[in-house]
């Protein structure tokens, strides 16, 4: 069997963490989500944590290395073995750039990538609405504004790849995980 390995990219609010961890869940993979690796390193007060708290937040990028050097414990991990699914990593091209070195070292990179392409003032409804700990309303712009600086332009450095796959974020949760799983299988 091929293994499955999917990064998804989308900006923050975009529903991203929801269908990432359903599709994961049906394809027998283990969902990766940096955020929550980070958030829970924050919890338990490791050093990674320490480290990453300010960053985080602020609505700032933790710096590449931190992230990079957690990616790919995760990655070594025995479940991973057989595919994965990376959620919230990359964030920069260097991350971009650092993976894709990392699995050709391993021999393996067919991944895929998919964009949940959602407009931004929706982003900006849906994360007033989420509320979490962490969004107050500077953060989030802050957030934005990052994700537009760092993050977007991974959408064209894997399109030129030809490694992008593009599904509309603005439609039901339902929908979208229905378009998910056709793009997957197709
Ligand atoms: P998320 O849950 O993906 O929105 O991530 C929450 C926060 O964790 C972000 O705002 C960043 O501060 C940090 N973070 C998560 N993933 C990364 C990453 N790949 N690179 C840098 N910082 C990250």
């Given amino acids: 069997m091929t293994a499955t390995r999917l990064i998804f990219l989308g900006p923050p ?53 931190l992230v990079q050097e957690m990616v790919e414990e995760r990655l ?7 595919g994965w699914l990376l959620d919230g990593f990359p964030r920069t091209v260097k991350q971009a750039e650092f993976l894709e070195h990392l699995l050709h070292t391993k021999g393996e990179n067919e991944e895929k990538v998919i964009n949940l392409d959602v407009p931004d003032d929706v982003v900006v409804e849906r994360l007033i609405a989420r509320g979490r ?30 490694q992008l796959l593009s599904v509309n974020g603005n439609q039901s949760p339902e929908v979208v995980t229905e378009e998910l799983h056709r793009l997957i299988n197709s």
């Fill in 133 to 162: 700990k962490d969004d107050t309303e500077e953060v989030i712009r802050r957030r934005l504004q990052v994700y537009r600086q760092e993050t977007a332009p991974l959408i064209d450095y894997y399109k030129q790849k030809g």
């Fill in 76 to 82: 070594a991990q025995t479940d991973a073995k057989g």
């Fill in 13 to 65: 609010g975009a529903g991203k963490g929801t269908q990432a961890k359903q599709l994961a869940q049906v394809m027998s993979i283990p969902h990766i989500s940096t955020g929550d690796i980070l958030r829970q390193a924050l919890s338990e007060q490791t050093p990674l944590g320490i480290q990453a708290q300010s960053y985080m937040d602020q609505g700032e990028l933790v710096p590449d290395q």
